[in-house]
Structures are given as C-alpha cells and as structure tokens.
C-alpha cells in the first residue's frame, strides 16, 4: 500500500514542477505589448565614429539552439531540447547580431555556449575598462522591420529585454568600444547619415537584469529527491 502514495506524491511533484518553457504573454494585463513597457534609453544624436567593418560570426558550438523565423518567433532551446523561452518579436527580423556585434545568419539555429559574461554578475564586468564588449559575449541583437526597439536576448538565462530606438528608419548599429551607435541614412538632394550614441555603461541595469538565473534553467525534483542539490 506504501506504492500508492508514493506514486501519488510523484504525480503532484510533476505538476508542481517548473515548466521547462518560459512562454511570456503575448499581451500582459496592461493592454500593452511587452515592448511597449521598456523604458527609454538615454540616446543622444551626434557625429558619427569613424566607418568600421563589421565582422560575419562563425559558427560556434553549444548546447543552447536558438531558432528565429521569418514571421517573428523566437525559440530557445537546451541540450536536451527542452524548451527554455518561446515568444514572439515586435516584428519580422530584419539583422541580428551575437555578441559584440558580429553579423548573424540566422537561417538556421544558431548555438550558444552554457555561460556568458553577464552570468558572473555585475562584479564580474570590466566597468572600468577602455573596451566594453568582451561583456557582451553570449548575447543576442534583433533588429525588426517595425524598428521602434531593439531586442537584446541572453540564451544563457533565456531572458530578453527591448532597447526602444530613436526615431527613423533604416537603421544601421554599430558596436564600439564604449557605445551601441546607430545610423541612418537620410536621402535627398544632398543625402546624409544622422547618428545616435548610447554608451554601454547606460544599459547597466538591463545588462544585470539579462543575466539573472531563471528559474526554469534550474534542475528540477523528483518524489525521492524533491530538492536537487545543484
């Protein structure tokens, strides 16, 4: 008679279990979509840097898939394909880039190590350093064709945040040592290039934020062994 209770505190166990996927409503009870909620960023227009190359990403392993269609969806998923984060973009993707701005070809799933940067915490970023990117390994950039923010998502924590943009269109992003540069080209009798500055000291809070545990990573319990050890 001991099997039945046992088999009936495994059956409550899995349904209390953290669900694997982390699915974010599509419309929360505000009425606004989740972009909609970001807060602005401090952009600040100016000059352009000087023109830099912007280097194509090679293919890299990992346990971590991470699947963007063209209608807008993205999909995260682990090792044991498990579904770790399943949402919707503002949009249909336009660019994406990884890291510290490596263009990504993303007709496919692309592969992200286990931990990043961000995962050591803040104490953990070089703040203080000349070049602020080498944080930023791990992460990835989609641009979408409504162009109103940016979607910055960390695969390790299958978390995301947005970056509203300034306003235009066309947008070209740049990853420099101490600031995400945005551009875009005005056409006219005389076309020109408007540029906005965000340095990446501003985007603390979000960077902290992208890399806090979520707990549908964490292994889950079983009816013998309820609280794992790791």
């Given at each position: 008679?001991?099997?039945?209770?046992?088999?009936?505190?495994?059956?409550?166990?899995?349904?209390?279990?953290?669900?694997a996927a982390q699915v974010r409503p599509a419309?929360?009870?505000?009425?606004?979509?989740?972009?909609?909620?970001?807060?602005?960023?401090?952009?600040?227009?100016?000059?352009?840097?000087?023109?830099?190359?912007?280097?194509?990403?090679?293919?890299?392993?990992?346990?971590?898939?991470?699947?963007?269609?063209?209608?807008g969806a993205l999909r995260i998923t682990n090792?044991?394909?498990?579904?770790?984060?399943?949402?919707?973009?503002?949009?249909?993707?336009?660019?994406?880039?990884?890291?510290?701005?490596?263009?990504?070809?993303?007709?496919?799933?692309?592969?992200?190590?286990?931990?990043?940067?961000?995962?050591?915490?803040?104490?953990?970023?070089?703040?203080?350093?000349a070049d602020f990117r080498p944080s930023l390994?791990?992460?990835?950039?989609?641009?979408?064709?409504?162009?109103?923010?940016?979607?910055?998502?960390?695969?390790?924590?299958?978390?995301?945040?947005?970056?509203?943009?300034?306003?235009?269109?066309?947008?070209?992003?740049?990853?420099?040592?101490?600031?995400?540069?945005?551009?875009?080209?005005?056409?006219?009798?005389?076309?020109?290039?408007?540029?906005?500055?965000?340095?990446?000291?501003?985007?603390?809070?979000?960077?902290?934020?992208?890399?806090?545990?979520?707990?549908?990573?964490?292994?889950?319990?079983?009816?013998?062994?309820?609280?794992?050890?790791?």
């Amino acid at each position: 008679m001991r099997l039945v209770p046992l088999l009936l505190s495994a059956a409550l166990v899995g349904l209390a279990r953290p669900g694997a996927a982390q699915v974010r409503p599509a419309r929360p009870a505000t009425g606004k979509l989740p972009w909609d909620l970001a807060p602005s960023v401090p952009w600040t227009a100016g000059d352009c840097g000087a023109p830099q190359a912007m280097p194509v990403a090679t293919p890299e392993a990992g346990p971590l898939r991470v699947r963007v269609t063209l209608d807008g969806a993205l999909r995260i998923t682990n090792g044991r394909g498990l579904i770790l984060l399943r949402t919707g973009l503002p949009g249909r993707p336009l660019r994406l880039w990884r890291s510290a701005g490596r263009i990504l070809d993303w007709r496919g799933p692309v592969r992200f190590p286990m931990e990043s940067p961000l995962t050591r915490g803040i104490g953990g970023l070089p703040v203080g350093a000349a070049d602020f990117r080498p944080s930023l390994t791990g992460l990835l950039w989609i641009l979408c064709d409504d162009e109103k923010v940016l979607t910055v998502v960390h695969p390790v924590t299958a978390r995301l945040c947005y970056l509203p943009l300034p306003g235009g269109s066309h947008f070209q992003l740049y990853f420099f040592p101490d600031r995400l540069e945005v551009r875009q080209q005005v056409t006219g009798a005389r076309p020109t290039e408007e540029c906005w500055s965000l340095p990446w000291l501003s985007l603390l809070p979000q960077l902290v934020q992208l890399g806090l545990e979520n707990p549908a990573n964490r292994p889950s319990g079983t009816a013998l062994l309820p609280f794992p050890k790791s």
